[in-house]
Every structure is written in structure tokens, then in C-alpha cells.
């Protein structure tokens, strides 16, 4: 399978259905941690959920919708990035990210998302890249602030998470930013 190296030993590769039982071993010893902003490991019970979700995005894929990536450290499965929205016709799409905890304190996330991102603005056109992450998220929003992206704003008690509402923060990168960024020595 092909992989891109993101350094330390670890890979980004897409990750796909017939990876169900991997995935979801990965995702029930992240399960808690994972779990606590994010409904990911809500709809990955078990093994025909795992395959469904990963069904999802290989559609999505297929009609070039959404897209999903894995992490692998050291062989094993430990996180993975997605466009959870991909709108080519736009130009518009919408990134996200997890990590198993073993995994999390390393870059591997913002290495990974730099290497999507990356694609979507200069192979597929994307003007803009957003993330959509809770307010109480402090990691995730340092992946945005990592990522060169902008506070866009507050979209307010609009999710409900494990019966809670939470406010959404926008955060977004526009292409000429994210060109400019990287052409800095
Ligand atoms: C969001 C999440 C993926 C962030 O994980 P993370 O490990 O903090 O993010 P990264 O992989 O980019 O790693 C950054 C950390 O590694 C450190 N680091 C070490 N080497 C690094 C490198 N080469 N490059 C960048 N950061 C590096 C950074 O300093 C940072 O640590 P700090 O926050 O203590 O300063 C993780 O908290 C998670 O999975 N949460 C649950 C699911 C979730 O909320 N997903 C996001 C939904 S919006």
C-alpha cells in the first residue's frame, strides 16, 4: 500500500473498509479520549459499524464528497485525518482529526493535515479549508492556530455532544494564505 512518511515512524495511507476490525481496535483504546468533543467513537461500536463508517468515506470518496486518512506510528493504527466535507465545485471543504492518547504530544496530527491540506489546495483547487472544532477543545484548536488558519468565529450552542451543547468554533485557511505561508524561508 502506498503511505506517505510523516518522520518518527509514522505514515499517513488511506484507510478503508476491509481495515474495519483494525480500526476498531484502535478506536476502543481511544474510545474516552477521543469520545470527549467528538461523536466518532459513538457511531464505532462495534465491528459493522466500524465497517459502515469506513464504508461512508469510501463512497465519499468515490464521488470525490470526502476523503479519509490513517496514522500509523510504528505499524500501528493510532489517529487519522478526513475531509468530512469536500465540495471541488466550491472549492470549500471542511478537515478534522483524531488521535488514539499514546499518539497525541507528537505533531503527528498537524503533519498529517499539513500533508492533506497541502493536496487539496495545490493538486484539487481548494480556495478554502475550514475546521470546525468545540470551544473546549484547546488541542484541537491549537492544530488550527498550528496550521496557520484564522478564527473565523462562534457558531453558538449549535451541537449537541453526549446530551451537552457545545459552542462550535470555525477556524479556516484560504489558499493564497496557506501558498504564502509556505513560500516563507
Ligand atoms: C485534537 C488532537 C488530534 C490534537 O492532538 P495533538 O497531539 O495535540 O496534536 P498534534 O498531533 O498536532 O501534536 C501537537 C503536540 O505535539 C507537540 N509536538 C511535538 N513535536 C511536534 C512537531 N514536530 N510538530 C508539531 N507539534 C509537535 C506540540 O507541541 C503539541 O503539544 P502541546 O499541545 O503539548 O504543545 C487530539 O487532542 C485528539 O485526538 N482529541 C480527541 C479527538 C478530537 O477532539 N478531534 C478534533 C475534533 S475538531
Not at 493510532?78 to 466535507?85: E, I, P, S, T
Not at 498537524?110 to 491540506?117: G, K, M
Not at 493538486?123 to 488541542?139: A, D, F, I, L, Y
Not at 492556530?145 to 477556524?171: A, C, F, K, P, Y
Request: aromatic share 8%.
Amino acid at each position: 500500500m502506498f503511505a506517505v512518511p510523516l518522520g518518527d515512524g509514522a505514515e499517513l495511507r488511506p484507510l478503508e473498509p476491509w481495515q474495519a476490525e483494525e480500526f476498531l481496535a484502535h478506536m476502543d483504546r481511544g474510545r474516552e479520549f477521543v469520545g470527549q468533543h467528538v461523536g466518532l467513537p459513538d457511531v464505532v461500536g462495534d465491528l459493522d459499524s466500524a465497517r459502515r463508517w469506513l464504508q461512508s468515506y469510501a463512497d465519499r470518496a468515490a464521488a470525490d464528497t470526502g476523503r479519509l486518512y490513517g496514522i500509523w506510528l510504528d505499524g500501528l493504527l493510532v489517529g487519522g485525518v478526513l475531509f468530512r466535507v469536500f465540495e471541488a465545485g466550491m472549492g470549500t471543504c471542511e478537515a478534522g482529526c483524531w488521535l488514539e492518547p499514546a499518539a497525541a504530544g507528537r505533531g503527528l496530527v498537524t503533519r498529517a493535515a499539513r500533508v492533506i491540506i497541502d493536496w487539496a489546495i495545490k493538486e484539487r483547487g481548494m480556495h478554502r479549508v475550514e475546521w470546525q472544532v468545540s470551544s473546549k477543545n484547546t488541542p484541537s484548536i491549537n492544530v488550527a492556530r498550528r496550521l496557520g488558519m484564522s478564527r473565523d468565529g462562534v457558531q453558538r450552542e449549535n451541537s449537541l455532544h453526549r446530551g451537552v451543547r457545545q459552542d462550535t468554533e470555525i477556524w479556516s485557511v484560504l489558499a493564497p494564505e496557506w501558498r504564502s505561508a509556505r513560500s516563507t524561508p
